[in-house]
């Protein structure tokens, strides 16, 4: 079982940058992948970006925020981070993060553990 808290959450105006934060505890063997997604009213869940669990370069950004978008981890802190620069207004969303051993890292279905969310607003 693994454990994820996200936090880091919030209010920006367009523009912003906001950086969220997931802490994970438990067992690490159980998950090789973290991930962040996002879900916006109304709309399926989304991968945003996912990192390897054991390598700092192996990232994978969708294309939707990719060179706004950065994840990155300090292993010893068991947190994984989501630093969003240049937010727009389409990027205001319940944002998740997600552990677990995927075959495609950005589907949702492949990841078996998941935080409970930090809303992120970004007003024009």
């Known amino acids: 079982q693994v454990q994820l808290v996200e936090s880091g959450g919030g209010s920006v105006q367009a523009g912003g940058s906001l950086r969220l934060s997931c802490e994970a505890s438990g067992n690490s063997y159980s998950s090789n992948w973290m991930a962040w997604f996002r879900q916006a009213p109304g709309k399926e869940r989304e991968g945003v970006a996912a990192?390897?669990?054991?390598?700092?370069?192996?990232?994978y950004v969708a294309d939707s925020v990719k060179g706004r978008f950065t994840i990155s981890q300090d292993n010893a802190k068991n947190t994984v981070y989501l630093q969003m620069n240049s937010l727009k207004p389409e990027d205001t969303a319940m944002y998740y993060c997600?552990?677990?051993?995927?075959?495609?890292?950005?589907?949702?279905?492949?990841?078996?553990?998941w935080g409970q969310g930090t809303q992120v607003t970004v007003s024009s």
């Open positions: 997600a552990a677990g051993r995927p075959r495609w890292v950005l589907r949702t279905a492949e990841y078996s553990y």
């Open positions: 990192i390897a669990a054991t390598s700092r370069t192996s990232t």
